[in-house]
């Protein structure tokens, strides 16, 4: 397919586990971005990769979260020792260009995280 | 009409009028802007976008207004249907990320 495609679709993880959630972005865009949407509220940014370098991470709520785009395509959000607040929807968005060229971004589905 | 529901404000329509979704943003140095819909269980999809040196942009039974003076967005649906009964958020790139509203609830009444 040509869109984003985000897996798993649903994860349920026990607090204290570390879970991985992977995101292939539309082929050839540069930007890349991660989102977390909880419950009933709009996408908040986590994180922004332009190719393979992670220009802005100032979103990411604590040093338990980790991503990472290694050759410039697919990515990788990583949370470490899960807390039952990380329940949430996490996206992953791409874009044709970087991020200051007001180009939309185009969404997976997103994997929906559970802890318990 | 419009209320605000636990989470979510929501707007009821009937099928086949007009819909009007609000939203406010709040960085005046934002200066692209674009509305999204998101479905239950999929992300959020493009629907139209516009730039601040516009007012006005239609897309195919879309309208997005621009009110930069007030720092007020709207999107417009023509003769609203059942498929789009969703939420709907607007974004604003306020500068480096883009900036999500809260969202608004569509729901379309037979």
């Known amino acids: 397919g040509a869109g984003v495609s985000q897996s798993p679709r649903y994860k349920v993880a026990k607090r204290g586990q570390d879970v991985a959630l992977r995101c292939d972005p539309i082929?050839?865009?540069?930007?890349l971005f991660w989102y977390q949407q909880a419950l009933g509220q709009g996408p908040e940014f986590l994180t922004y990769f332009q190719n393979e370098a992670q220009l802005d991470k100032s979103g990411l709520p604590s040093d338990r979260f980790f991503a990472e785009r290694p050759e410039g395509s697919v990515s990788t959000l990583k949370i470490q020792r899960t807390q039952q607040e990380d329940s949430a929807v996490y996206l992953c968005a791409s874009s044709l260009v970087g991020r200051l060229a007001n180009s939309p971004l185009h969404f997976g589905n997103g994997t929906r995280l559970t802890v318990t | 009409g419009e209320s605000v529901g636990l989470h979510l404000p929501t707007l009821s329509v009937q099928e086949g009028d007009n819909s009007i979704i609000n939203c406010a943003y709040s960085n005046s140095a934002s200066d692209y802007f674009i509305w999204y819909k998101q479905e239950s269980g999929k992300g959020p999809q493009f629907i139209i976008d516009?730039?601040?040196?516009?007012d006005k942009r239609q897309g195919q039974r879309v309208t997005v207004l621009l009110n930069k003076t007030v720092k007020h967005l709207s999107l417009q649906i023509a003769a609203t249907q059942p498929g789009d009964s969703a939420v709907y958020f607007c974004?604003?790139?306020?500068?480096?990320?883009?900036?999500f509203g809260p969202g608004t609830r569509l729901s379309v009444l037979p």
């Open positions: 082929s050839g865009h540069v930007s």
């Open positions: 516009i730039r601040s040196n516009m």
């Open positions: 974004a604003e790139n306020g500068g480096q990320n883009f900036v």
